[in-house]
């Protein structure tokens, strides 16, 4: 018992004599965080000037913190967690995520959910144009040539299940960032199992069997029937590379239905 007790002890003293290489960038972060603090406890500002002013101010008692609604999935495109990690430190990059997550499957947590991290870019999903605001955004250590990890594949299904479970997140918000960005991103690469990662609530992936479907024709013709034009088997997808789970191979009967409805999305 003893000897495990002095186990113990050193095995603290080691981990506490680890020198974290970004402390400093550490107390920059609880800087901006006690900063933000601030903001929140602060009383509301009063309304525009215009408007007419009211004897007292009332606080009401009934609020939460706003929570993310969405996650987004990226690859860092780099070469190792630590360079990841020294892009996301220096303020000249002027990008972060929420959350990275290493080859060997370790988890790093740079940023308070509730807080928004620089992630999406110029990009949009249906009428949301500020997608930073409403996301959380996780990288993974990848190339974008390389497969993806089982061990890092693992540690992503943990954190999307816990995501899921503490924002309530629905199944159709864990999306890629070449979902929202199809014209200038396309990560995470094709390598990237979406298909298991639907099968686990996390995402969307097609039906193989609606590729074949031939009642699936009459969607080819607006509320009217009147055939819709550009919509014939021979144009290939533009988002096939970016989206392979709701975009199908362009040989398939109904792929230039569904492309032509993604692109015309909102």
Not at 64 to 71: A, D, E, S, W
Not at 128 to 138: E, K, L
Not at 140 to 158: I, M
Request: hydrophobic share 40%; proline share 8%.
């Amino acid at each position: 018992m003893k000897k495990m007790t002095m186990l113990l002890v050193l095995a603290g003293v080691a981990t506490a004599c680890v020198r974290n290489p970004y402390a400093a960038t550490n107390k920059v972060y609880r800087r901006q965080a006690n900063a933000f603090a601030r903001q929140l406890q602060a009383q509301p500002a009063a309304p525009a000037d215009s408007l007419p002013a009211t004897p007292y101010w009332v606080g009401t008692v009934n609020f939460n913190l706003r929570k993310p609604n969405y996650v987004i999935i990226h690859h860092t495109a780099q070469k190792s967690t630590e360079q990841t990690l020294k892009t996301f430190a220096q303020t000249k990059t002027q990008v972060s995520a929420h959350y990275v997550i290493g080859r060997d499957g370790q988890v790093y947590h740079l940023l308070s959910d509730y807080l928004r991290a620089w992630h999406g870019g110029v990009a949009r999903w249906g009428s949301i144009t500020d997608i930073n605001s409403v996301s959380i955004g996780i990288e993974l250590d990848n190339d974008g040539a390389e497969p993806f990890q089982d061990a890092q594949l693992a540690s992503l299904l943990k954190v999307l299940g816990s995501l899921k479970r503490a924002y309530n997140i629905p199944v159709a918000n864990f999306i890629g960032h070449g979902d929202i960005a199809p014209t200038r991103k396309s990560d995470p690469s094709a390598q990237f199992p979406w298909q298991k990662l639907a099968a686990r609530g996390f995402g969307l992936w097609y039906d193989a069997a609606v590729l074949t479907d031939t009642t699936a024709a009459p969607f080819a013709s607006d509320s009217l029937g009147r055939p819709l034009p550009g919509l014939t088997p021979a144009k290939p997808c533009a988002l096939s590379a970016t989206t392979p789970r709701i975009c199908p191979p362009p040989s398939a009967p109904s792929s230039a239905i569904l492309c032509k409805l993604i692109r015309a999305r909102p």
